[in-house]
């Protein structure tokens, strides 16, 4: 039986490596259209509570995964020897940026030579995580060809860009367009008849891995621009006295031609604040520089200071000095209604904080407590009760669990970098 047969009539066995945010949501997809499910990751914590049933995961849902773990449709392991059994093995393994904003591609190569010592002919390879142009045929192929492995014919290899949006109530993995390039047309084929069995979503084929992952960055890309446009025309209105919200608002009424983006603290994620520079450092190779991306990024990551400074100065109005006021940080996950802290920009706000010699507190019901990157401390959620204490409370995450109208009532002064309080006018409120 080959694998196309196998696929078809799900006696396939897929593995996942890597169960995060982008590898676990599939690993329960997959498993969810009858298919058993191995997967691989070097956590412990990771291994133990897929075994025990637990999700950790916001876009994964509790009882779904206890069932198909229960069900023996889907468990965790250390062992990559188990993917000798794998008809299929997709790699979701974290793609970050070292100190010196370049791709760090160590967790893909680990992944692949690992693959390469536990693989069986007749497997398709798919590699999901984000990276440059050129990873898939530059460290995929010469690691399986190395071991004897002919693309195409006794092994397949893909990449398929992941489009997680966390907290997207509309767009999940199973439904959301997926995109495949193959490293030939027998890989396209096979990644094809994949796809369209474990989701239920459009297939688009392109012609090469390079294709598909120009094309994620691009889409991140395109958002971090835009993003940034925004964030610079908040900078512009502060100046001329404008209300940046209001002309947004205003520029969305157009039927075409304009797609609205918004301002806020920082931007944060996996995604936005990495992906262009996949390609900043990848275009050095062609003797390119790519000056609007980082010029982009340059204002993207000015917002935690100027929001910050736009505090202070409205604490000044009042008689208070940042430095002797008591601050409280309202949401700290980088997106609202989910908990995931990567790249937030609360992270930044802090530590400018710090070096200000502020005292603040910071809320978030889908954050209890966490660590941060930038300066190493830990720092933990704390209630709502005493907001009348602060001197100021600046919304960094515009979760709907908020009730505005409340802690606008009890607040001596609010700063509202995400628009959460829309249709709220007060005279302690002011919007970024």
Known sequence: MNLIEKIQNKTAVIGVVGLGYVGLPMAVTVARKGYKVIGVDVSE??????????????????????????????????????????????IAVPTPLDKYQQPDSSYVRASVNSLSENISEDTLVILESTTYPGTTEEILVPAFEEKGFEVGKDIFIAFSPERVDPGNKDYKTNNTPKVVGGVTKNCNKVSKVFYENIL?????????????????I?????RNINIALANEMTILCEKMGLDIWEVIEAAKTKPYGFMAFYPGPGIGGHCIPLDPFYLTWKAREYNYHTRLIELAGEIN???????????????NERGLALSRSKILLLG????????????????????????NGVNFDYNDPHIPEFHNELNGKNYKSVGLENIEDYDAVLIITNHTFYDYEDIIKRAKLILDTRYATNGIKADNLVRL
């Open 200 to 216: 239920d979503a459009e297939i688009y084929l392109v012609s090469s891995p390079a294709i598909a992952e120009m094309e994620k």
């Open 218 to 222: 691009y889409e991140n890309t395109f």
């Open 332 to 355: 700290a996950a980088y997106k609202k209604d989910i908990e995931d802290m990567r790249e937030s920009p609360i992270q930044d706000v802090i530590v400018i904080l710090e070096k």
């Open 45 to 90: 914590y990771a291994v133990t509570h897929v075994n025990a049933g637990d999700n950790y995961i916001g876009d994964v849902d509790d009882a779904e995964l206890k069932k198909l773990v229960t069900e023996g449709m889907l468990k965790a392991t250390f062992d990559y020897g188990e993917m000798k059994d794998a008809d299929v093995i997709m």
């Open 301 to 315: 990551n000015s917002m935690p200071e100027f929001v910050v400074n736009k505090l202070g100065k409205l604490l």
